[in-house]
């Protein structure tokens, strides 16, 4: 584990990074001895930071949750950030580009929770039952490291590569689709770049948030009812520019669509 001051010099460096915004080198490259609980470290002091300014933290997002994310980025285990309200952007509206590098978008099933969830090893039952909706999603990811290319540890310390996220298309209960096996199309003006099932998130998307709550649970901690999260793009991430036009089709719920500003 780093220390206290190690863990405050690399927030300082990531908040920079992300608020000018440009890139850098992987964490790891300059501390090599760096763990993924310095990388959540790292989260939780950006989160302080990000508190003090005003900004509201509303919910959490599981990546790298897909076989399709985890071979384009080379990553093996999923990894969980922050959802900041200042960072939604509506179905149909534009998204800013003034404060990303080489963004990418991904489509996503978000759930919407309407009781706390706690506990080591929740039954997707019960991550249903405590699920007021899930609905189709679209996630900007922006790396901060130079060409898009991290480890995990790197990754985590930078929010999971957060920048943006629109939800929109139809919201649905959870017990009205199946989410195994919901039909995902991506289309970037007008072609298809990608398509999965639901299920391509490690079968079922729910079971991101049974991970995001065991680790929650690891840490003392519960995901509090009203939650939004982002279950993890089910197919590779798609590079994006100025004046792109997205749209992600959902069988049965929907589509949404955002131009890249
Ligand atoms: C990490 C974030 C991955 C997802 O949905 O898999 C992610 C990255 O690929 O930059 O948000
Ligand atoms: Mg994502």
Do not use: C
Request: glycine residues 10%; charged residues 20%; without cysteine.
């Amino acid at each position: 584990m780093l220390d206290a001051l190690a863990i405050e010099k690399l927030t300082d460096i990531v908040a920079d990074a992300q608020a000018t915004p440009h890139t850098i080198a992987k964490l790891t490259d300059s501390y090599p001895e760096m763990t993924i609980e310095d990388g959540y470290a790292v989260q939780d002091a950006l989160l302080a930071r990000w508190e003090s300014q005003g900004r509201v933290l509303v919910g959490l997002k599981a990546g790298l949750t897909s076989k399709a994310k985890m071979d384009q980025m080379g990553v093996t285990e999923p990894s969980f950030g922050m959802l900041m309200g200042d960072t939604i952007d509506p179905d149909g509206g534009v998204v800013p580009t003034d404060k990303l590098i080489h963004p990418r978008v991904e489509a996503e099933i978000a759930f919407v929770t309407k009781a706390d969830l706690s506990g080591p090893d929740l039954s997707i039952d019960d991550i249903l039952a405590a699920t007021d909706f899930v609905q189709p999603a679209i996630e900007i990811i922006d790396s901060r490291f130079e060409k898009f290319k991290f480890d995990l540890v790197s990754v985590i310390a930078d929010n999971g590569s957060s920048a943006r996220f629109v939800m929109g298309g139809q919201p649905r209960r959870p017990q009205d689709v199946d989410l195994r096996t919901v039909g995902i199309v991506l289309e970037k003006n007008g072609e298809i770049v990608g398509t999965a099932s639901s299920g391509a998130v490690l079968g079922h998307p729910a079971r991101s948030i049974q991970m995001l709550v065991a680790w929650l649970h690891g840490r003392g901690r519960v995901l509090p009812a009203g939650s939004i999260v982002l279950t993890g793009g089910a197919t590779e991430a798609v590079a994006v520019s100025t004046g792109d036009a997205i749209v992600a089709r959902y069988q049965d719920m929907g589509a949404l669509s955002v131009r890249i500003g």
